[in-house]
């Protein structure tokens, strides 16, 4: 079964500033999805990026991108120019490609990350 | 904005006492979530369904656990009966089944078993 590891249970980061979370999972599969989810307060789960394993190119959506090292099993978040808004708990997870035998997604414990004035 | 909708918000319960929580997907997504997500355990899958059958609940402890998808619009987890350790919050998440864009969450239902 697929595990999916975050390392770090809380970081911090100054407003303005550069932070990366990390996460690493283990897979004997070649296709896969990974994702980062965004959990507020409000404990809503947001997607926030989404990588596929077969796209060498690191993902990127405006101020979040990815640092995807498939040999390592590596998919770190990077958060530039970090807001307050940022504050959140940020999970990792892991999915099966639509031929693998399960699509149920698999979540790591998460960090939380405080966002510092 | 479509978004999935999970009531109740919260839900405070005596011991012993039957618990349903509801779902509904965003209309057109065929695969269904139940998630647990605890201090201890973090997210945890319980159950979900392809196209209203149900693919795997193999999280789900079976003897007071059940989910069902009565139709497409509804997705229903009871608990019967409660225990204080099933308190926890509950997501519902629903995607297309192939799609490469991850799942989308409801807002959780937080049950307390008292």
């Known amino acids: 079964a697929q595990t999916v590891t975050q390392s770090q249970p809380e970081m911090s980061v100054q407003e303005a500033e550069t932070v990366t979370l990390s996460c690493t999972y283990d897979?004997?599969?070649?296709?896969?999805?990974l994702f980062w989810y965004k959990q507020p307060p409000s404990r809503q789960m947001i997607l926030v990026i989404r990588q596929e394993a077969y796209k060498q190119q690191n993902a990127t959506e405006n101020r979040f991108s990815v640092n995807f090292q498939k040999a390592a099993k590596s998919f770190s978040l990077k958060i530039s120019d970090s807001q307050l808004g940022d504050a959140a708990m940020y999970f990792c997870?892991?999915?099966?490609?639509?031929?693998?035998?399960?699509?149920?997604?698999?979540f790591g414990a998460g960090t939380r990350l405080t966002v510092k004035p | 904005d479509a978004r999935v909708t999970q009531t109740p918000r919260h839900k405070v319960t005596e011991m012993g006492q039957e618990v349903t929580m509801r779902c509904q997907p965003i209309l057109g997504h065929n695969t269904v979530f139940w998630y647990r997500q605890t201090m201890m355990q973090g997210l945890e899958l319980l159950a979900y369904?392809?196209?209203?059958?149900?693919?795997?609940d193999s999280g789900m402890p079976k003897d007071r656990f059940s989910a069902e998808m009565p139709d497409a619009t509804l997705a229903t987890l009871k608990i019967q009966p409660s225990e204080p350790r099933d308190s926890a919050v509950y997501f519902c998440?629903?995607?297309?089944?192939?799609?490469?864009?991850?799942?989308?969450f409801g807002s959780g239902t937080r049950l307390t078993v008292v």
């Open positions: 997870a892991y999915r099966s490609a639509p031929e693998g035998n399960n699509n149920d997604m698999r």
């Open positions: 897979t004997s599969e070649s296709d896969y999805y």
């Open positions: 369904f392809r196209n209203r059958a149900p693919l795997d």
């Open positions: 998440a629903s995607g297309l089944g192939l799609s490469i864009y991850g799942y989308t």
